[in-house]
């Protein structure tokens, strides 16, 4: 069976180009860091501005409640003020008596911040005060008191003085200090009789200030200053002293506010300020500073950057390896098609494709891979059938060439009239075993040559006619060939004459004994065309001597040269030199 036609080999897999795989891979995890990382970004940045914003405004609301709260608490101390200044002990009865003095204390018991309480003559002199102290002294040149004759009055904060001495000193050293309020005291008419005053502690105003800051969130760092129309702290303590000793405790301000990231003393503070408009009679000018060090404002933004960067990494990780499944989802189709061309082409059979590769452009390759695989064995089948009949057609043409060479050797070499060879046959027979002999010898064997002429042939021909003559040589022949070896060849030397060459014989008489069978045969054969028929023979053999096959020829011509003189129907042999 010769080889069947093979479908061109697949090209082998190029190593430099990148998998397919391995190319989504990067496209799709590439897109994910991307769009992760973009995504992630925006978020962070918005997310850091929100953050930011509402810690300052965090910090905003808390100087504005602080300054509202402490506003709205001087308003209060000063109606208080007012109130008591227009009781009717103190408008009519005098200022120095019982009553007037139990409605001092009265309003000292209420109000824990008021230091002191008391009632002062129009010139000066203390006439009632709480706890009695301070009376009968002077206090006229007292701003309190000087504003107090003419107006409700609110002070600025200061330190005491007479009763620095005669209050308990605070606990933790704190000079005590003050913020007077005070009302003139009239009669019915409007006279001036008096001015009601009061110390109210500055530790009440830095407790309620304190109270806010403290309503923030545990751990946000936030506190609050106050600072006076000329640029003085007034709260905390230790700014305060600082700031006295000289040193620089407040940043230098580029618009006149604090507000936005401000350093103070080495330290960066997100700030805000909110002026204390308490509307009172007196306005003093105060400015409520809140602020919180960026560090601890900003570490919400950073915890929230370090989320997001965790999350980011484990989304990318998740998205990561869902990109790689869904590359390998892609890619294991068109590797598995590719397997299976790979299977048509080196088993030369219908393979197994997959029947949901899972997209519908796999899908139709799938089917398209199909019909060509099919149509490629089909046609592949088809060819090695037409090979296959090629092949017997030509195996055909072959037999009925040689056949044919057959027929044509035969033409060329036999007698169409009998069969036998002819005498170009004869005569290149005659040839080879002359150049055989000369070549290689025969050990003392040698050929030898019969010449056989039919006698009164034309008897024949004249009394039966020319195609019984044709029959009696053709009958002839058939016993000329019955009579010699399949070795031997039997020839028509021409006409009614016939030879046969005997190769390989041991000697002379084996010649002549052929011959004698051959005269014998005929001699007793009938001839149903023309009755009894005898033949001559002249026998020759062949000589180292003879340089061609001419000598031997004319030696077998002359042997039956003689058997017809000799009257026929015999056998002659002619030898060398005989
Ligand atoms: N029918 C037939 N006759 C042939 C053929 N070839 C030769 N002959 C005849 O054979 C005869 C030969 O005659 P001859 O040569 O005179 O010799 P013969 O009559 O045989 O007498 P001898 O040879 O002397 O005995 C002729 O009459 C030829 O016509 C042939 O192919 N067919």
């Given at each position: 069976m ?11 897999p ?14 799709l ?38 300054a ?77 008191f ?63 200030l ?19 129309r ?20 407040l ?16 330290k ?23 602020r ?7 570490r919400?933004?950073?915890?929230l ?41 080196a ?67 036999r ?52 195609a019984?003559g ?9 016993l ?99």
């Amino acid at each position: 069976m010769p080889d069947a036609p093979t479908l061109p080999a697949a090209r082998p897999p190029h190593s430099r180009l990148p998998s397919l795989r391995g190319q989504l891979s990067l496209v799709l995890g590439g897109l994910v860091l991307a769009v992760l990382t973009s995504v992630g970004g925006y978020l962070g940045s918005l997310a850091t501005h929100e953050l930011y914003t509402a810690q300052a405004a965090a910090v905003r609301a808390t100087a504005q409640a602080a300054a509202e709260l402490l506003a709205s608490q001087l308003r209060d101390r000063e109606r208080e003020i007012e109130l008591l200044s227009l009781s009717p002990h103190l408008m009519e009865g005098p200022l120095d008596s019982r009553q007037a003095r139990d409605a001092l204390d009265r309003r000292k018991a209420l109000h824990d911040e008021f230091a002191w309480l008391g009632v002062v003559a129009a010139d000066g002199t203390v006439l009632q005060a709480s706890g009695g102290l301070l009376v009968g002294r002077s206090v006229a040149q007292r701003e309190w008191f000087i504003a107090g004759r003419e107006r409700v009055y609110v002070g600025d904060m200061h330190e005491a003085k007479l009763l620095a001495k005669l209050l308990p000193v605070l606990p933790d050293g704190e000079p005590t200090r003050f913020i007077d309020f005070s009302a003139p005291i009239r009669d019915a008419e409007g006279r001036l009789r008096g001015v009601v005053g009061t110390h109210a502690h500055w530790r009440w105003v830095t407790t309620l200030l304190d109270s806010v800051t403290r309503r923030q969130q545990p751990g946000s760092g936030i506190d609050a200053l106050i600072v006076d129309r000329r640029g003085r702290v007034l709260y905390p303590e230790a700014m305060k002293l600082a700031q006295a000793r000289g040193d620089a405790v407040l940043p230098r301000l580029s618009n006149g506010r604090f507000e936005g990231e401000l350093d103070f003393d080495g330290k960066t503070y997100l700030t805000s300020e909110a002026p204390l408009q308490a509307r009172t009679s007196a306005e003093l000018g105060w400015r409520i500073v809140a602020r919180q060090p960026l560090e601890l404002a900003m570490r919400p933004v950073r915890d929230l950057r370090r989320e997001l960067v965790l999350l980011g990494a484990l989304a990318a990780g998740v998205l990561t390896l869902a990109a790689l499944l869904l590359a390998r989802r892609i890619s294991r189709p068109v590797e598995q098609l590719a397997d299976i061309a790979e299977r048509v082409r080196a088993e030369r059979r219908m393979p197994e494709f997959p029947q949901d590769p899972g997209a519908h452009e796999l899908a139709r390759l799938s089917q398209a891979m199909q019909s060509m695989a099919r149509s490629l064995l089909a046609t592949e089948q088809e060819l090695q059938q037409a090979n296959a009949g090629l092949e017997a057609q030509v195996q055909q043409r072959t037999l009925e060439l040689q056949a044919a060479n057959a027929a044509l050797e035969h033409l060329a070499t036999r007698d169409p009239l009998t069969g036998l060879h002819n005498r170009r046959s004869l005569d290149a027979r005659l040839a080879d075993a002359l150049a055989l002999d000369r070549r290689y010898g025969h050990g003392g064997r040698v050929h030898g040559l019969l010449l056989i002429d039919a006698d009164h042939f034309k008897n024949v021909n004249d009394q039966h006619g020319h195609a019984a003559g044709d029959a009696v040589l053709r009958q002839l022949a058939a016993l000329l060939q019955a009579s010699v070896r399949t070795t031997d060849v039997a020839a028509r030397f021409g006409g009614e004459e016939f030879a046969v060459l005997l190769p390989e014989l041991s000697g002379p008489q084996e010649a002549v004994m052929v011959a004698e069978k051959i005269r014998s045969a005929v001699q007793d054969a009938v001839f149903p065309a023309a009755g009894r028929l005898t033949v001559s023979i002249g026998v020759s053999l062949a000589s180292p001597q003879d340089a061609d096959v001419r000598p031997l020829l004319e030696r077998a011509d002359e042997a039956l040269y003689e058997a017809k003189r000799g009257g026929r129907n015999a056998v002659r042999l002619k030898s060398l030199g005989g």
